[in-house]
């Protein structure tokens, strides 16, 4: 019998953060098995330990299909190891890359990202209704862009919390929209300060709405913000507040390393959330 654990990622409470699966042993496992244990945990992402090896292998999948990297289940599985095996390091081999964590004795998990990418986001008409909001709800200060750093996130910016705490958005329009641009999930943002963001992340490709802690979504937002010139050296993210869910995320920028560090902690979960 596959054991799967349960953890709150990006948070100290069971109730905060993004729940995640984590599966230390998932040898002799298929996809198709993967994905219906993933369906059957209900949370956005489980991840797969597929070796135990020194670069260890890992997949994840959401309810609906396999994703190519996800940060909050990286951070869980990072730490279910750690409190196996005692804080350390360890590197992960996903199917964007290699992906080292180090966990400390707090048990707060530090992922390094894949090389990171940003490009022009294109015509943006059809996504804007889609949401239901309009041009004038973007901050022109942070122009809409698509950021990577072990997936793709469309990254825009609105001018007020307001509008960010209004989400109401055509599912299946979202749905099709992500999978023809390739896009694991939308980076909502709202600005407080040069070093503090509000976020949400639609994730209707992985059959869920809203992801309330989105790690790689903060990869390649620090990415994008190193892109514009507008990056620090340590930016936080909130999210989940709008769904009960707070969830705190860490993003570290390093001037000689175009990489983005992410961090957080995760707590077990004692039962299904």
Partial sequence: MTTVLRYAAFTSEPDGGNPAGVVLDANGLD???MLRIAAEVGYSETAFLTEASDVQPVRYFSPKAEVPFCGHATVATAVALAERNGPGE???????GLVPVSVDEKLRATLTSVEPAVEDAG????????????????????PPRIAYAGARHLVLSTATRQRLADLDYDFDGLLA?????DLTTLQLVWQESPTVFHVRD?????????????????????????????????????????LGRPSLITVELRPDDPRVRVSGTAVPITAPA
């Fill in 31 to 33: 996809d198709a098995e």
């Fill in 90 to 96: 360890v590197v992960f081999s996903t199917r964007a």
């Fill in 123 to 142: 015509e943006l008409a059809h996504v804007l209704e889609i949401l239901r909001w309009s041009p004038d709800d973007l901050n022109p200060d942070l």
């Fill in 177 to 181: 929209y992500m999978l023809e641009l």
């Fill in 202 to 242: 639609p994730f209707p490709v992985g059959g869920v709405v809203e992801d309330p802690a989105t790690g790689a979504a903060a990869a390649a937002f620090g990415a994008y913000l190193r892109e514009l010139g507008k990056g620090q050296p340590t930016i936080t993210l909130h999210q989940g507040d709008d």
